[in-house]
């Protein structure tokens, strides 16, 4: 093709770039409508999953346990699940070892059984969460007072996660049964102790 050398100069028509404002008005109007869709789904199918709670088994640690512990070592026979187990020294327990026993129940309420031959104010308050022994029995049930003639005592701290527990020092070794559940929950517990 010849060149003829005239080239011919584009004349403005007064609207510059109308097109091109009106592309990206849409897409923004498109996106915010896709975006808009999408929270509306997210927010009517979302729900938070709570923590799965992990059954763990005894009979391992417990045998083991119980060939090394200079006591008899207790499982609690209950229908609550056991979500922890440890034969271990703890902070407090002045390098004896501790066999602890973590419950989930039912109604989510923690449940937890503690031997060892320590015995210190400071394992005490270790495994009572700071518990204070209890000075007056009245308030408490009476199915849990009978315990207190075998030895038993009560105690409890006053945070918000009341924590209560009960303590038995019995042929050098302690035993402590807490949890979060009401009085009841322990005294049952403290009755239900059997050997694994």
């Known amino acids: 093709m010849a060149d003829d050398g005239q080239v011919s100069t584009p004349k403005p028509t007064g609207r510059p770039m109308r097109g091109l404002r009106q592309n990206v008005g849409d897409m923004v109007r498109s996106m915010a409508v896709v975006l808009a869709v999408v929270g509306v789904v997210l927010l009517v199918t979302w729900r938070p999953q709570p923590d799965p709670i992990k059954e763990v088994s005894l009979e391992p640690l417990v045998t083991f346990a119980s060939s090394q512990a200079g006591f008899p070592v207790f499982v609690i026979d209950t229908e609550a699940q056991p979500t922890s187990v440890r034969w271990e020294s703890t902070e407090a327990s002045d390098g004896q070892l501790v066999w602890h026993v973590g419950y989930v129940s039912s109604d989510e309420q923690y449940l937890q059984l503690s031997q060892s031959l320590a015995d210190s104010d400071t394992y005490l308050a270790e495994q009572t969460v700071d518990g204070l022994r209890l000075a007056d029995y009245a308030n408490l049930p009476g199915t849990v007072q009978e315990l207190t003639t075998d030895g038993w ?44």
């Open 153 to 196: 005592v009560p105690f409890e701290n006053g945070s918000i996660d009341a924590r209560r527990s009960l303590v038995r020092t019995n042929d050098g070794s302690t035993t402590i049964i807490s949890g979060t559940g009401p009085w009841s929950d322990l005294g049952d517990a403290a009755r239900s102790l059997v050997l694994p």
